[in-house]
């Protein structure tokens, strides 16, 4: 059985989920993905959208554990 590999709109899709359970006020509406695959245990996105939110503690925090999850992506509108 083969297991597919996530997308950017599945990293999007986590991320809005954990921020409403959060009651922050932030919903993203794309990632950044990187256009070169990284070594393993680094992800190959980013989310630029929120680099001047002020909650930056939880949101890096949120951020780390969805790049545990979700290490390397592909791209999808």
Excluded: C, G
């Excluded at 991320?15 to 993905?33: G, K, M, Q, S, T």
């Excluded at 680094?42 to 939880?58: F, G, K, M, S």
């Excluded at 780390?64 to 592909?74: D, G, I, K, Y």
Aim: no cysteine; charged share 25%.
């Amino acid at each position: 059985m083969s297991q597919s590999i996530p997308t950017s709109k599945d990293v999007v899709a986590y991320l809005n989920a954990r921020f409403e359970a959060l009651d922050l006020p932030y919903r993203i509406e794309h990632i950044a993905v990187l256009p070169y695959v990284s070594p393993m245990w680094l992800a190959n996105w980013e989310v630029p959208q929120l680099a001047d939110a002020p909650e930056r503690d939880i949101i890096e925090e949120e951020i780390r554990e969805a790049r545990f999850r979700f290490p390397q992506v592909l791209e999808e509108y």
